[in-house]
């Protein structure tokens, strides 16, 4: 049967075009996949439901008016004003207002201070420490365990694939998704199975570091999949085929693909520049956010110059593909920060052999890798723990891991535990990973919106940051009373089994505390909970909560009825906050 149109290049002259496939872009190696995290919005408002004369995708000459509104245009919340306020004291301040609950343990850690670097290792390079995971990394030793995790192939990550291999949408092609889910509401229903893919992956996958590196390239590359149903099914094939596929090969290669990637060309405004017409959106972000950075050496010529180069660059209506229409491609002498196009190039390739130049570039070296950095090592790293990171890339190509482990190994990196806020999803990630519990896939419109409430409540929707910068990565963007009483609020659902989707089993916590004393039974939840050694003030403020004293010996019905405050009041506090 033939193939539907697509419509978002209508008119393609096949004769006229030079295609340019992702073999082109350099991901023709990547793995067969039908994997990918997650974007939605929890809204059923209905959009455009595609072109009028019934092709599956919208027609290119209407994106404009299916699309959101321009991504520099966009309101985006002010996340970078800085915190002026020491941690304990934001903590301390907040529990006064939440003393009415008995929460006072909010006001204090919980745990003794102590360094491990496995416990450290695995708090950063995971989304949060699990008990069977701690005691793989002790045995295996920080070094053996890092090393596996920078080879994700080597990974048996069949049980994750099987849980997520249920959502029909995530491996479908463009044109079965805009046949299956299109208008507003069902492709609000295909974005929310791309969603809850990236929640199952983030807390149970066993390949942690990959999907923090899935997480972290969806942020480099932020498309804001709520803008239009063009955007939200192109988004699911650009994670799959994309994002994922390179997440941990070398940064010329998600460059390409990411430029390439029909939901970028729609995005960014790519789709719409031609020959004499150029849009300048696209190549302006490539150079401040995918590259070199503000001040990384270019200039406004070099924009224009860069927009010339990658004219032409559409999709094939028939297959959604990423395609070049040499008609609407500009030609022309282009020199780029230096970069000058050659006599004998291959056209629009070209555009390609620029990014393979600007990738092992120094400004986008430092650029990428301190944003890495901020990452995994915290909001303001040393800058000579980025310079090593740097080098690193410079001298591997640009291949990630090798900037990884440099990173991972650094004596800076060992020196920065227990400094880094958690964003809102990293804090979803680490209670269901502490909970020891598992999310169980589901397309039903009702545990569907119960999942889209936990995300509007805490703030972070997956990939649904309107402008082009992605979601913030500093402790100032999110530590604020809102936003720890959505963490509040998440913790609480969780533990009482509001979201149906999500289950745990209380009893390796309730384990063997039959008998012991009161102080010891606070002792003992703080490691099971938190995996370290309590302090004297967190015990004590445990105690209040439960309304013990530290010699009683609570019975079995009285620890029962006491256990999920104790552990929510763990889950809320300061170090369960923090990696």
Known sequence: MESPAIGLDVGVDSTSVDNVTSADAAIDDRPASTDNPAIAESSGVADSSGSADGSAIPDSSALADDAAPSPRSAATPDRSAPINMARRGFFRRFAKMAAPAGLLATACEMTADSFEPEFHLLQRASYGVTNAELERIRNMGAGAWLEEQLNPGSIDTSQIDALVGQFPALSMTPPQLFTNYRGGGPSQAALFQLQFASVIRQAQSPAQLYERMVEFWSDHFNIDGGGSQTLRLLKIVEDREAIRPNAMGTFANILKASATSPAMLVYLDNVTSSAGAINENYAREFLELHTVGVGGGYTEDDIVSLARLITGW????????????????????????????????????????????????????????????????????????????????????????????????????QATADTKFNRPADQLAATARRLGGTWTPSTNPGDLSDLAQLFVGLGQVPFGWPAPNGYPDVEGAWLNTGSLIGRWNLTGELLDGTANVFGYDAGPFRAGLNGMTAVDICDELIQRVLHRPSSGPGRAALLVIAGWNQNDRPNGVQISLKLNKLVFALLVAPDAQYR
Do not use: Y
Not at 315 to 339: A, K
């Open 314 to 413: 559409r999709i094939n209506n028939q297959t959604g593909e990423f395609q070049v229409r040499n008609s609407l491609h500009d030609s022309g002498d282009v020199t780029i920060m230096g970069w000058v196009r050659p006599t004998s190039g291959r056209g629009p390739r070209d555009g390609l052999e620029f990014a393979d130049w600007l990738a092992v570039q120094p400004q986008t070296a430092e650029f990428v890798c301190r944003k890495i950095a901020v990452r995994f090592a915290g909001d303001n790293p040393d800058p000579g723990l980025v310079s090593a990171m740097r080098t690193a890339w410079l001298d591997n190509g640009s291949a990630i891991v090798p900037v990884l482990r440099t990173m991972f190994t650094h004596s800076e990196f």
